[in-house]
């Protein structure tokens, strides 16, 4: 009232003050005058302009808050999705649509209470335009926040990232609803055209995809049937199509549209199944291998999934037939390959167009993007039982574990045939309790305890009351986490974390245990109880465990039987430990650590090569290595430029005709005169050097060379007493041989003679080396049987070789 009053107010005091100074007296006294000024009440366009004004108002200040709210749901909602906490209860039994269904209405619940606050604001502030018609302001809230939150679960598959999910969805809330409303509303004013008022409907009908538009436009138009000129819905009743009408339409559409996406989105999120178990085209690039080149145990391995595969039975437990798996390249993100995604979500499409599987290597083909990530995988994995793989970084260890489970990423394409307990397992429909997965990284759910995690877990795959206690207090207590039973996920160790999330990957016994690297971040006392719950839950469920790890003691102590995969993700060997150490460990190895050579050994096997360049590079090697030791010594010497040719000329000329090797005393003390001429060289280019001095680093060209070559004359001899002797470990210093036709007798055997294959025992092997400690130039060495870290070193060598030499 205040303000509506002020202007009269202001001139009734103009007309006092002028008709005081009028009528002042002689005396200069002032008159007492009272100007009475009754304002006339206000008129209905003055009205209407007050009443819009207040819809603008709270027109701004609702959409912008109302812009927030969704955005608000998408932070928590991107984090469970990139984190993997969705995927983990959908392996766990969890279908997506109940969690789309249930994550909505709870989302739902806690977006209505701040929207329908604004009722309150509307009745305590009592503003006209809006008290009228409360009841369609409800509607039209409570429809926006319906629509708004199915919206954000129609965009599960584009979220990545939750900081820039949130951003993207709040500036597409404000862009589509504030300011696009804002634009139409603008554009529809009548005196601006028809060429305006038709691009304000195109817009219009556009802007009715988004839930924020629909309720910008409705909260805008509302104020404007009271105010004639701007608008031409001036008279229209509330409920009128052009006012809130058709708004309130739209919100119903957005509703069931977006809801109805989401349902269709979730199942988008999981891999492409390829049920065809016939046999993987070979590729250009040569990445598979064919039958008759497998050893022998990969065959034997394949008959038996093939027979476990055509007579199915309980006992057979895990039976994978060829299983493959690939990752589409970036032909998937063109038009047409997303038009055949969406497509395939809404049932158009029921089955991807096949496309011909590419290899790793220089010779793929560029027009079908497809990496071969695993397989063919065959494998046979018996109830009651674990079955390690094991493998190098890369080769396909966790692709075939989630594969199994079922959470390969929407560009991955599985293909083969799995049976668990004689029932499909790929491309079917997963049972609640039938697989139990653990992640390499560690996956859980922010704001549970660690007994609420596993209750979780337990509850989906049907546990209930008082057996579901049982299971999770087992657990708890077998895994060492009862100091933490009221700990919350985020608050824990990243070693307790991985023993949770092992702990919700067994609760409930499910048929199928993937464990990848379970033992990851533990130390050795929680190694071995991880180790013992998991093999006692096997037994006493008779569940099947599939374990990936990179290390052999894990696979020897926790599964009865290995798979080792290549780099390309190939079965190279499948057995028990002991089995596999017999069939490719050989016997014995031994490891040793050779003398570090002297500058004047290098310059003699150098030398004995009688070239130029070669002891050119000597000389600048030496240079570089005193130059470099004074410039840390604090004399501020700059490296010596390498040394002239002719200086290398010089010392070849002067060489000894004999070699080092062969010659008595005479040639020796002649190759030592000829290092002294080396030294000199030396001397001549500026460095002070003793006769007895390291010349060369460890990581010298020369000195490895030196030690390579040193090397293969071991190796040599040892073929000679052992054959089929290979050098399986070369790292500076340390030479490691496997002696494969080594094989124990009693110490009465007697000592094989250079050239013949007899059979040894260990204290034959120590004396034979002893014997030759000083000509192989062994520091110290030891002699161990073979165990299965040494084999796996040679598979893993094996496949960089052969890296190496496709590469090249």
């Known amino acids: 009232d205040s303000v509506l009053h002020a202007a009269p107010l202001f001139v009734a005091l103009l007309q006092r003050a002028a008709a005081g100074s009028a009528a002042v007296g002689s005396a200069g006294a002032v008159p007492e005058i009272q100007v009475t000024n009754w304002p006339l009440p206000l008129t209905k366009r003055q009205r209407s302009r007050a009443f819009s004004t207040q819809g603008f108002s709270f027109f701004t200040m609702a959409l912008i808050g109302a812009a927030f709210l969704p955005a608000g749901l998408v932070g928590d909602l991107s984090r469970e999705l990139t984190s993997g906490v969705v995927r983990q209860q959908k392996i766990a039994g969890m279908p997506t649509g109940a969690f789309i269904i249930s994550s909505f209405l709870a989302d739902v619940v806690l977006v209505l209470p701040p929207l329908l606050s604004q009722l309150w604001f509307i009745s305590t502030f009592q503003l006209a335009v809006f008290v009228d018609c409360l009841p369609v302001v409800a509607l039209l809230l409570v429809g926006f926040a319906l629509a708004s939150t199915a919206q954000v679960y129609a965009l599960l598959p584009i979220y990545k990232d939750p900081a820039g999910d949130q951003n993207a969805i709040l500036a597409l809330n404000v862009v589509t609803g504030f300011i696009l409303a804002l634009i139409t509303w603008i554009l529809g004013i009548p005196f601006l055209g028809s060429t305006a008022n038709i691009l304000a409907r195109c817009l219009t009908v556009v802007g009715r995809v988004s839930p924020a538009y629909n309720l910008a436009n409705a909260m805008l138009t509302i104020p404007n049937t009271a105010l004639p000129g701007f608008s031409d819905v001036h008279g229209l009743g509330v409920l009128h199509r052009r006012v809130a009408g058709e708004p309130l339409l739209a919100l119903a559409l957005n509703f069931a549209l977006f809801l109805a996406v989401a349902l269709r989105a979730g199942t988008g999120l999981e891999a492409q199944f390829d049920g065809s178990a016939g046999r993987v085209r070979r590729s250009r690039s040569g990445s598979e291998v064919a039958e008759t080149d497998e050893p022998a145990e990969v065959l034997a391995e394949r008959r038996a999934a093939e027979a476990a595969a055509e007579r199915p039975g309980e006992e057979a437990g895990l039976v994978i037939l060829k299983l493959a798996v690939t990752f589409a390249g970036p032909s998937r993100m063109m038009p047409a390959a997303l038009l055949r995604r969406t497509c395939r979500w809404f049932g158009c499409c029921r089955r991807a167009p096949r496309r011909r599987i590419v290899g790793r290597g220089p010779g793929a083909s560029e027009h079908a993007p497809r990496d071969v990530a695993v397989g063919p995988l065959t494998l046979v994995a018996p109830s009651s039982s674990a079955l390690a793989l094991l493998g190098v970084s890369g080769s396909g260890k966790s692709v075939a574990l989630a594969a199994l489970a079922g959470a390969l990423p929407p560009e991955a394409t599985v293909r083969g045939k799995v049976l668990l307990r004689a029932r499909r397992l790929l491309g079917a429909r997963t049972r ?174 150098v030398g004995a090569l009688r070239d130029v360049q070669a002891m050119a590079r000597l000389l600048a090697s030496a240079s570089s290595a005193l130059a470099g030791a004074g410039a840390d010594a604090g004399e501020g010497e700059e490296a010596a430029p390498a040394p002239d040719v002719a200086a290398a000329r010089r010392l070849v000329d002067a060489l000894p005709e004999t070699e080092p090797s062969t010659g008595g005393r005479s040639v020796a003390t002649a190759w030592a005169a000829s290092y002294g001429r080396f030294l000199g060289e030396l001397r001549r280019a500026g460095h002070e050097v003793g006769p007895d001095a390291e010349l060369l680093p460890e990581d010298a060209p020369e000195m490895r060379a030196e030690l390579d070559l040193r090397g293969q004359r071991i190796l040599s001899e040892l073929r000679l007493l052992f054959p089929g002797a290979r050098c399986v470990e070369a790292v500076s210093l340390t030479r490691a041989y496997q002696l494969n036709d080594v094989r124990r007798s009693s110490r009465s055997s007697p000592p094989a003679s250079v050239g013949q294959q007899h059979t040894w025992s260990v204290g034959d092997l120590f004396r034979i080396i002893e014997e030759r400690k000083d000509k192989f130039k062994i520091a110290d060495y030891a002699i161990t049987q073979a165990s299965l870290e040494h084999v796996f070193n040679q598979f893993a060598t094996q496949d960089q070789d052969a890296g190496t030499d496709a590469s090249a």
């Open 432 to 605: 609640p309790g039938d697989v139990g997965y653990c992640p390499q990284e560690n996956v859980f759910s922010h704001g549970l305890t660690v007994v609420e995690s596993v209750r979780l877990f337990g509850r989906i795959r049907g546990l209930r009351g008082r057996a579901l206690a049982e299971d999770v207090a087992q657990l708890v207590r077998g895994l060492d986490l009862e100091a933490f039973e009221c700990a919350r996920g985020e608050n824990l160790s990243g070693g307790n974390q991985r023993k949770m999330v092992v702990a919700c990957a067994l609760v409930g016994s499910p048929k199928l245990v993937c464990l990848d690297e379970p033992s990851s971040g533990l130390d050795p006392v929680a190694r071995r109880a991880l180790w013992s719950t998991v093999q006692a839950r096997l037994r006493a469920t008779g569940a099947t465990a599939l374990v990936a790890t990179k290390t052999t003691e894990e696979a020897e102590a926790l599964c009865s039987r290995l798979a080792i995969l290549s780099r390309e993700g190939r079965l190279s060997t499948v057995g028990t430990a002991q089995e596999t150490r017999a069939r490719y460990g050989g016997g014995h190895e031994l490891r040793a650590n050779l003398r570090r050579p002297t500058s004047a050994e290098v310059f003699q096997t």
